[in-house]
């Protein structure tokens, strides 16, 4: 069997409607399929105005705008019949599934009830994100739905060993295979780095910039940034604190790091040159399954000071391209930053070393490994 004889029906939650790092890297994965000439069609709910043009072919799903003041994000409501009749047009060899949500529940249901190959993918720790919003006794059950999901589908697909480390101790059973991610090399690079938009932004030339990029939510870890940005005040360590994000915990974070600069959502070339422009990244999130903004400091030469969580512990090398600290402990982070902070020769080699081992980091490599895995399935099921 070839690229050409598939048929991929992929699901997402969010397939462009709010940019994120699953989203961006479902639709580099879309570019990589449609290019080696496999026919696919994306299911995901839409938005009256999406953050980016998507690729590939898409159909909306009916779909409601989540409760709790993330109405951005849209949940989707299922198969109804008019998805389901454009689901047999379009006939399927593939069904892939991005998220354990009720659309990704039911395009599993669908994909056995119609012998179809299924392959689930793993980008985010949803179990995580109830404890940020008081609800930290349903993790339990969201592991529990996770798990029977993932035994559901006929291969995983996770980006890092420490991923598939924790779904096997959830108890997955099923083949298990490693999607990583990729850097754009030609917009992540030391070379970015900008004093001139350092100035304008009030970050002087030997101001130390601790720089976080992402959404702003809670369960990015907001609430230890601020804490460890308070401490490093309290013991006196000059620095700067440069944010690089939008999001619903913006005028949240802004009270709690009041003196910092917020330079917005930034995208493109001009993203690029505000992580190269970072002196260390902190990214204290423990809800990463990779942490794309982790790899991308390392391919622009910035240390990364990040929580001793899945993701970072698959990338970062401690004490060689950065810092892994346990996650919630403010006093091990405010130390680590004050040694990386007063040490410009110990800045300058992490950076090196992260920049050096950042250049595997390659989405065609990685988005090979899903295609492989996609005719591995069917050549197991006799096709």
Known sequence: MQPSDLRVALFSGNYNYVRDGANHALNLLAGHLLAHGVTLRVYSPTAATAAFEPTGELVSVPSVGLPGGRG????????????????????????????????????????????????????????????????????????????????????????????EALIRGWGVTKPIGLWGRGVDHDRFHPGARSPEWRRELGIADD??????????????????????????????????VLVI??????????????????????????????????????????????????????????????????????????????VLVPPRDVTAYADAFQRIIRDAELRSAMGAAGHAKAQRYRWDT????????YLQMLQRRGH
């Open 245 to 322: 994000g939008e999001g619903p915990a913006r005028d949240w974070f802004a009270e709690r790091v009041p003196d910092a600069a917020f330079a917005g959502f930034q995208r493109g070339d001009a993203l690029g040159r505000a992580v190269a422009s970072m002196d260390v990244l902190f990214n204290p999130s423990v809800t990463e399954t990779w942490g794309q903004v982790t790899s991308e400091a390392m391919a622009a030469g910035v240390p990364v000071v990040a929580a001793r969580a899945t993701g970072a512990v698959d990338l970062i090398d401690d004490g060689v391209t950065g």
């Open 207 to 240: 101001e130390v910039a601790i720089g976080f990029l992402g959404r702003l939510v809670l369960e990015k870890g907001l609430d230890i940034f601020a804490d460890v940005v308070a401490l490093l005040r309290d013991r006196g360590v000059r620095h700067k």
């Open 72 to 163: 951005e994000y849209r949940l989707g409501l299922g198969l109804p019949s008019s998805i389901r009749r454009d689901l047999a047009d379009f006939r399927p060899n593939i069904v892939h599934v991005s998220a354990p949500d009720v659309l990704g529940h039911r395009a599993v249901s669908w994909a056995r009830g119609h012998d179809v190959a299924c392959l689930a993918s793993l980008h985010t720790r949803f179990e995580t994100y109830a404890s940020y919003y008081g609800m930290g006794f349903l993790e339990p059950i969201f592991t529990t739905l996770s798990r029977r999901f993932y035994n559901r589908s006929d291969q995983v697909m996770v980006p890092t060993p420490s991923i």
């Open 366 to 373: 990685a988005n090979q490994a899903v295609l492989d895995a």
